[in-house]
């Protein structure tokens, strides 16, 4: 599993994303944001991989 930073384009805050795919395929992902407390775009920062 990969830990991705995201920014929220609302109000810029950054959330963690543990998933199995590789969101760099995607310009944008639509997810909650718990800050605006609604569903908004987010932009890719950058990536942590687990090692096992």
Excluded at 3 to 11: A, D, H, M, Q
Excluded at 35 to 45: L, Q, S
């Amino acid at each position: 599993m990969t830990k991705w930073t995201l920014r929220c384009e609302s109000c810029g805050g950054e959330k963690v994303l543990d998933v199995g795919f590789n969101l760099y395929e995607f310009k944008r992902v639509y997810i909650y944001c718990p800050k605006c407390r609604a569903n908004t775009f987010h932009i890719v920062v950058g990536h942590e991989e687990q090692s096992e």
